[in-house]
Each structure stands twice: as structure tokens, then as C-alpha cells.
């Protein structure tokens, strides 16, 4: 299945702080889809909680949850959010991929 996924303390504190304003469980899902400029895009939504075949991973009490198809895809990876003059936003570092675009969102395997 290759190695879990993780959260860097960063985006647990940010999930965090988005599930406490939302007043949902400090739940991450990030699941792939096809498409983007580069084949396939991330997709981050708050979850009430994991499902039962996701792969869950915990930092700083914040749990991030992957479904067994995404994690074929992004299996390794690091979730980060970053701040910087031209915004914020949650970044993969996807060890997996093997192309990607200029606006983060989208990579290829």
C-alpha cells in the first residue's frame, strides 16, 4: 500500500481552526479526481469522520482521511498549508507525482 500520509503541523492547525468556525470534527479528507492541467487534481473537504476502508492519519489531534483509490495515487505524501503574498492555501508534497502545473492543484503519475 506503500507509506501513510501525513499532516504537517501547519495544516493541522489550520484544519483546526476552519473545522472550529465550520463547528465540524478537525477532520481533513483529500481525495483525487481526473482531471486539472496536469491529468489529476486534489480536492480537500471537512469529513464527519473517516469511512471504513479510508487510511487515517493524525496530527496534532487533527485527522486527515484518504479512500483507498486516492491513496493509490498520493500514498507517501505530506500535507502542508502555506502562507505567502499571493495567498493561502493547503499544498501535497506528492512523492508519487511525476509532472505538475504552475498553480499546484493538479499533478500526473
Same mark, same amino acid.
Given at each position: 500500500?506503500?507509506?501513510?500520509?501525513?499532516?504537517?503541523?501547519?495544516?493541522?492547525?489550520?484544519?483546526?481552526?476552519?473545522?472550529?468556525?465550520?463547528?465540524?470534527?478537525?477532520?481533513?479528507?483529500?481525495?483525487?479526481?481526473?482531471?486539472?492541467?496536469?491529468?489529476?487534481?486534489?480536492?480537500? =473537504? *471537512?469529513?464527519? %469522520?473517516?469511512?471504513? @476502508?479510508?487510511?487515517? /492519519?493524525?496530527?496534532?489531534?487533527?485527522?486527515? &482521511?484518504?479512500? !483507498?483509490?486516492?491513496? =493509490? *495515487?498520493?500514498? %507517501?505524501?505530506?500535507? @502542508?498549508?502555506?502562507? /505567502?503574498?499571493?495567498?493561502?492555501?493547503?499544498? &501535497?508534497?506528492? !512523492?508519487?507525482?511525476?509532472?505538475?502545473?504552475?498553480?499546484?492543484?493538479?499533478?500526473?503519475?
Amino acid at each position: 500500500m506503500g507509506q501513510m500520509l501525513s499532516l504537517t503541523p501547519a495544516a493541522a492547525a489550520r484544519v483546526a481552526w476552519i473545522a472550529t468556525r465550520q463547528s465540524k470534527p478537525a477532520v481533513l479528507r483529500l481525495s483525487v479526481e481526473g482531471g486539472g492541467c496536469s491529468g489529476f487534481q486534489y480536492k480537500f =473537504d *471537512l469529513a464527519d %469522520g473517516p469511512d471504513s @476502508d479510508d487510511t487515517v /492519519s493524525e496530527t496534532d489531534g487533527v485527522r486527515l &482521511v484518504v479512500d !483507498p483509490v486516492s491513496l =493509490d *495515487l498520493v500514498s %507517501g505524501s505530506v500535507v @502542508d498549508f502555506v502562507e /505567502s503574498l499571493g495567498g493561502a492555501a493547503f499544498k &501535497v508534497e506528492n !512523492p508519487n507525482a511525476a509532472a505538475g502545473c504552475g498553480c499546484g492543484s493538479s499533478f500526473g503519475i
